[in-house]
């Protein structure tokens, strides 16, 4: 029996991540045009500040996505919706009002998929659950969008029907209730606002610690069926962790951290790819392949050692913030075409 690496719900809710991202994209470009087509000033401010946010989160989303480690195009029918979407908004058979009223919809329903991604993390998993954490955020400032979009609506609604002015008060009335949800969803939600700033040292450290995750999962789990799936998403993560360190990390830190020291780490990671692909091929329910995981864990855990304590130290003391934070937008970008290159390969074997 081999361990088979892709699993039903977790390429779900990657296809569910999917669906955000498109549906991101198509907010960020529906206020985009609300930008050029308003002629209210209080208005245009509002869509400003939520165009800001949604390009930020559009940038969170997909650090979350890279995160998650499976990568997956929005289903169907959200393309198709996205597609009409786009088409009625740069057409002129809506009114203003009517394209404001089409965009509360959808982000009504990007609330509505983050909450559901949210539940069925919890389902899945300690390090889905991690991995996704940023998208708590994205939700909170998401809902406070909606009130905003109210707001907007009541104005351009009262003065398409009556051509006169709303009543004063409605952007007092749209605080109060932004303030009232963000009692809702709690002080955890600001915890991760400044993820765009992250460092190499911040998301080396998150990969590192959800492998970890995954391990203590595999090791407390009896089940075969959920043993290959936490195998499937650890294989996945140390390759594309690993191959991504060694296109971007390791050579930027090799003057500063030593030709030797850096060679070490790439023979470290070498063995490690020799112990995964040797329990790609055995028995999940064998005794032997728990302890062929506590010897990799070992050996991982031995590995990020060094990486956070000497190699981050080197790092501090000889890039500039900035510098690691480019690292870090380099990392991801890597990353993230290694985890497509491996999806592909991998349809391809199984074809
Ligand atoms: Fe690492
Ligand atoms: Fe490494």
């Given at each position: 029996m081999v361990v088979t690496l892709d699993d039903t719900k977790r390429d779900a809710i990657a296809a569910k991540l999917g669906d955000i991202k498109l549906i991101q994209q198509l907010l960020i470009q529906n206020e985009e045009l609300f930008l050029r087509e308003s002629t209210d000033n209080e208005i245009s401010n509002t869509f400003h500040r939520m165009l800001e946010d949604d390009r930020k989160n559009l940038g969170i989303l997909d650090t979350v996505i890279v995160q998650y480690g499976i990568q997956r195009e929005a289903e169907q029918n959200v393309q198709q919706l996205a597609q009409k979407v786009r088409q009625l908004m740069q057409g002129?058979?809506?009114s203003f009002y009517e394209k404001v009223f089409q965009h509360e919809l959808l982000k009504h329903q990007q609330v509505m998929n983050g909450l559901t991604i949210h539940k069925a993390a919890q389902k899945v998993g300690a390090d889905v659950m991690a991995a996704i954490t940023p998208l708590n955020t994205i939700n909170f400032e998401n809902r406070a969008h909606q009130e905003q979009l109210k707001g907007i609506l009541e104005i351009l609604g009262v003065r398409e029907l009556t051509g006169v002015d709303a009543d004063q008060g409605i952007w007092t009335r749209v605080q109060d209730a932004i303030a009232a949800i963000s009692g809702v969803f709690g002080?955890?939600?600001?915890?991760?606002?400044?993820?765009?700033?992250?460092n190499i040292q911040d998301i080396l450290r998150m990969d590192h610690q959800k492998v970890n995750t995954l391990f203590t999962e595999l090791l407390n789990c009896n089940e075969t069926q959920k043993i290959q799936e936490y195998f499937g998403q650890i294989y996945k993560d140390l390759n594309a962790h690993s191959d991504a360190e060694e296109e971007v990390v390791y050579p930027r830190v090799r003057p500063f951290y030593g030709q030797a020291n850096t060679q070490e780490l790439y023979d470290e990671q070498a063995h490690v790819k020799v112990l995964l692909d040797q329990l790609k091929s055995?028995?999940?329910?064998?005794s032997e392949f728990k302890n062929t995981i506590r010897r990799l864990m070992e050996e991982v855990n031995d590995h990020v050692r060094e990486e956070e304590n000497t190699m981050f130290a080197g790092i501090r003391n000889n890039m500039t913030n900035n510098e690691a934070e480019e690292l870090c937008t380099q990392f991801k970008t890597a990353k993230s075409r290694i985890q497509q290159e491996m999806a592909r390969k991998r349809t391809q074997v199984s074809a």
């Open positions: 002129n058979e809506l002080s955890a939600v600001t915890q991760n606002s400044n993820q765009q700033d992250m055995m028995n999940p329910s064998a």
